[in-house]
């Protein structure tokens, strides 16, 4: 069975910092692309930043310059660098990761649990 298991959020000071980490664990064969997804109260699920296998990376426009999104394929672990810290950065945040659990079968998307990422003074 596949696991996301995200680490490294809490609380940070505007104009602050934060690192998350996500690792997938289980019988993987081989993981596409992965990505972080937020959720703030009273807002739809929306993508921060993906990657795929072979390092392109995909920002959402409100992060660009501050957050980054980096893996490690020999871990299979995503992390997202969060910078700049805003207010607004304020949410849910979902690891996301699509992953094929055999040479034979398609990918699945699979989700993390969520950590939570406050930002206030």
């Known amino acids: 069975q596949v696991q996301l298991v995200e680490s490294g959020g809490g609380l940070a000071q505007p104009g602050g910092s934060l690192r998350l980490s996500c690792a997938a664990s289980?019988?993987?064969?081989?993981?596409?692309?992965m990505g972080w997804y937020r959720q703030a109260p009273g807002k739809e699920r929306e993508l921060v930043a993906s990657?795929?296998?072979?390092?392109?990376?995909n920002y959402a426009d409100s992060v660009k310059g501050r957050l980054t999104i980096s893996r490690d394929n020999a871990k299979n672990t995503v992390y997202l660098q969060m910078n700049s810290l805003k207010p607004e950065d304020t949410a849910v945040y979902y690891c996301?990761?699509?992953?094929?659990?055999?040479?034979?079968?398609?990918?699945?998307?699979?989700w993390g649990q969520g950590t939570q990422v406050t930002v206030a003074s």
């Open positions: 996301n990761a699509h992953i094929r659990l055999t040479i034979a079968t398609p990918s699945w998307n699979y």
């Open positions: 289980g019988s993987i064969f081989s993981i596409n692309d």
């Open positions: 990657i795929d296998s072979g390092g392109a990376t």
